[in-house]
């Protein structure tokens, strides 16, 4: 029989993998980290005993207790439900049928796909369930013993960590900036020598506001805050996890109410407090840009691969060059864009800029357009307001929780004050402090919406008095100003070695009269 008849002969099924246990955010498999290998090997057999042709196999690294969260396994469902019943590929083949569901939405979909023929066949090491009623009645209670096992597992685990709650101590084994050390079931938090510092450092700079995130992770880098398996960088989302993690001010929540931990915290309330701000965008942070480029800081990308121009002085004349960081010009020169000389770029500037002309009928549509749109601004800027006040409020209350409690607690005990009542009160203090320094932090958000609700109109009535001299004015502003004049009424900058493209920020495309992108060759 040759091998393109015997391919003919195999019946053809998906194969299924899965780990149980999601790999944390910093890329580390906490458990079973061979299950994936392991799988792949026994489908393997199952197939070869069985005469199955694999003609897909679909993976996952999430968990099957969770139903509708894994990637893999609803992009198998769907393929089958799209193959339809004239579908080739009838059959699923897994390890064990507990890496297919541990809960019943999953699990009965499954089943249904058997009931009505999408799915004829699944194959595990030691069984085949056909859609015979009894193989479907004994698959789904196996299904539904491996919900009830991971039922089990889940409430004993959470009965263990409402112990150590108890204790101080929260319910999460893995923070970077902290070790889980002792004797087990007596596990507690304590500072890394190493990354405890460093995560301090990451909060401090950070909130000066000199940086994006990309920014603070290149520099936390230098400073070695790096994977320690891959010894590179961590993602940007795990640096923002860190950022908001309000377990390193030694506070942290567990079924939605907050309690004290019993470890040492790394930053307080207020720096907290004060990087959220920054995060949010309601502080104003300083330009990490330096004043020597005009048009560093991500302004200007290239055409070719999408990266950043970054500033140069070659023989005194300021350049902008392609970083080649990212493909294809990283690895094909001679696809790279030209240099692009700065004066190139403020002279063509200057020169729209310069034939910009108001008239009577422009200025009344360009003022109806701004009033319009300040209008929206003004209504978000209420509507955030309201939210901002609806939150102090709640902070409010909460504050006013804890210091009835602790009020209660000096009530109970007017006599000696053991070691217990002590470590209450601390409790409460620490727990209304944080109320404070968020209650603080709100205000001045409070206040600095206010602020840009009031100052709104003024910009703009400001900027169009001084919009007939902008042209002559940008000859002679400074690197810095000339990148704010850019940015408020340019927006993507794109050169290809050839032509620079920009369009106009809205609302300025009105002055044009265009919504084109206005170009230039480079001569």
Not at 258 to 265: F, I, L, R
Not at 496 to 515: F, I, M, Q
Request: proline share 2%; net charge positive; aromatic share 10%.
């Amino acid at each position: 029989m040759n091998e393109t008849t015997e391919s003919a002969n195999r019946t053809k099924v998906y194969a299924y993998l899965r780990k149980s246990t999601e790999e944390n955010k910093e890329g580390e498999s906490r458990r079973q980290q061979n299950s994936l290998e392991y799988q792949k090997r026994s489908v393997e057999e199952t197939a070869r005993k069985n005469n199955l042709e694999i003609v897909r196999t679909f993976k996952d690294s999430k968990t099957g207790y969770k139903a509708f969260v894994r990637d893999g396994f609803n992009k198998m469902m769907d393929q089958i439900d799209q193959d339809g019943l004239e579908g080739e590929v009838k059959g699923i083949v897994c390890s064990e049928h507990s890496r297919l569901a541990r809960n019943f939405a999953d699990g009965g979909l499954l089943l249904w796909y058997l009931q009505c023929g999408l799915i004829t066949e699944i194959y595990t090491h030691d069984k085949k369930y056909t859609k015979t009623p009894d193989d479907q009645m004994i698959l789904a209670i196996s299904f539904a013993m491996d919900k009830y096992a991971s039922d089990v597992i889940g409430f004993r685990m959470g009965k263990a960590w409402d112990i150590k709650v108890s204790e101080g101590q929260p319910p999460n084994q893995h923070r970077r900036g902290y070790n889980y050390v002792g004797d087990e079931g007596k596990k507690v938090w304590k500072v890394d020598p190493i990354y405890g510092p460093l995560i301090k450092e990451l909060f401090a700079e950070f909130a000066t506001g000199m940086y994006t995130l990309d920014g603070i992770n290149d520099y936390m880098v230098q400073k070695g805050l790096v994977n320690p398996i891959t010894k590179k960088k961590f993602s940007k989302n795990t640096i923002l996890d860190y950022l908001r993690s309000i377990e390193y001010t030694g506070i942290f929540y567990h079924k939605g109410v907050k309690h004290n931990g019993e470890y040492t915290p790394l930053i307080s309330s207020e720096l907290f407090y004060k990087v959220q701000e920054v995060l949010e965008h309601r502080s104003h942070p300083k330009s990490a840009v330096g004043n020597d480029y005009a048009y560093s800081g991500g302004l200007i990308k290239c055409d070719v691969c999408g990266g950043n121009m970054s500033g140069t002085i070659k023989k005194g004349i300021t350049y902008y060059r392609c970083l080649n960081r990212n493909e294809p010009c990283r690895s094909q020169k001679n696809l790279r864009p030209s240099y692009l000389r700065e004066k190139d770029i403020d002279d063509e500037i200057k020169k729209v800029f310069k034939r910009v002309q108001i008239s009577e009928k422009d200025f009344e549509k360009f003022s109806n357009y701004v009033s319009q749109l300040f209008e929206d601004e003004k209504s978000k800027y209420i509507s955030d307001l309201r939210i901002f006040k609806m939150q102090r409020n709640d902070v409010e209350e909460e504050l006013k929780g804890y210091t009835k409690e602790l009020m209660n607690l000096k009530k109970i005990n007017k006599g000696e004050r053991d070691d217990l009542w002590k470590s209450q009160e601390e409790g409460y203090l620490i727990l209304m402090t944080d109320c404070s320094e968020k209650i603080k932090s709100i205000d001045r958000t409070i206040e600095s919406a206010e602020e840009m609700r009031n100052q709104l109109p003024k910009v703009m009535v400001n900027f169009l008095d001084a919009l007939r001299t902008v042209g002559d004015r940008f000859s002679e502003a400074s690197p810095l100003n000339k990148r704010m004049i850019v940015r408020t009424l340019c927006a993507n900058f794109k050169w290809d070695g050839k032509k620079l493209v920009w369009k106009w920020r809205k609302p300025y495309h009105v002055l044009t009269n265009s919504d084109e992108m206005i170009n230039w060759l480079r001569e």
